[in-house]
């Protein structure tokens, strides 16, 4: 254990700039939903009365959409013997409500008032060019990580989320393709990860440029967004 202590504490300065570097990998999806979400409130209310459209997914289940006054909200609805009974409902917030403009956007700017359905279907087509989630690093090879005083994998892919960038996720099937992660580990861990530090390194510096580029082509389409409503956000200020 004396051992292993002391290579944990020479490996220290590295494992601190590793953690370093990860924090800049870092993307806070939850602060881009907000601001696109403030956005599309600009051009509020979305509609004087309550609007709705369905969409299957199967012969039993549809998803509906409801857009009123204040907010837009999504309903599952299980059919059965002709009959439509809700599953369950939410007002979409944040990153739900960026995801839903992503997938049914069109179906969506379909339920709004008239007078704002231009402005509204390009705040959709610009949110659907956004850099959004998923954005990762990924090696392919044959990789192991010590567990306790016994070795895990081989695995055939490793990789690093902007989600996460200080945990290091090991899979049998490509990450791209496979939700299901067969191991985690956190960058700190010399005793499991040690022989991957240089691979780390690499793969955070990759992943912190392609966080850069997506904040830069973010910001740029937030620019474009705020200018559509503009006109809405002068007459909602002159109207105080």
């Known amino acids: 254990m004396g051992i292993i202590r002391k290579r944990i504490e020479e490996l220290k300065p590295r494992v601190e700039r590793l953690k370093a570097l990860a924090w800049e990998c870092r993307y806070d999806w939850w602060e881009l939903a907000c601001e696109v979400e403030t956005i599309f409130s600009v051009l509020k209310p979305f509609n004087t009365r309550r609007n709705s459209i369905r969409i299957p997914i199967d012969k039993e289940n549809v998803l509906e959409y409801e857009v009123g006054r204040e907010n837009v909200r999504r309903k599952m609805l299980y059919i059965y013997s002709g009959n439509a009974y809700v599953v369950n409902s939410k007002t979409l917030k944040n990153i739900e409500f960026v995801d839903a ?6 179906e969506i700017a379909s339920l709004v008032r008239k007078k704002i359905a ?13 850099a959004w989630t ?12 010590m567990l306790g005083i016994q070795e895990a994998g081989p695995f055939r892919y490793v990789c690093i989320t902007a989600d996460y960038p200080d945990q290091v996720l090991f899979y049998d099937e490509d990450p791209n393709i496979s939700k299901k992660a067969r191991g985690s580990v956190f960058i700190e861990d010399v005793v499991a990860l ?4 240089d691979l780390i390194e690499d793969m955070l510096l990759e992943l912190r440029k392609k966080v850069s580029e997506a904040k830069k082509r973010n910001e740029e389409i937030l620019r474009k967004m705020k200018e559509v409503v503009a006109p809405y956000a002068v007459a909602r200020a002159c109207a105080l």
């Open 118 to 130: 231009d402005e509204f279907a390009k705040l959709v087509a610009l949110t659907k060019e956004l």
């Open 194 to 197: 040690e022989d991957l530090y």
């Open 134 to 145: 998923d954005i990762k690093v990924v090696r392919k090879g044959v990789f192991t990580f």
């Open 101 to 106: 403009i992503r997938e049914h956007g069109e």
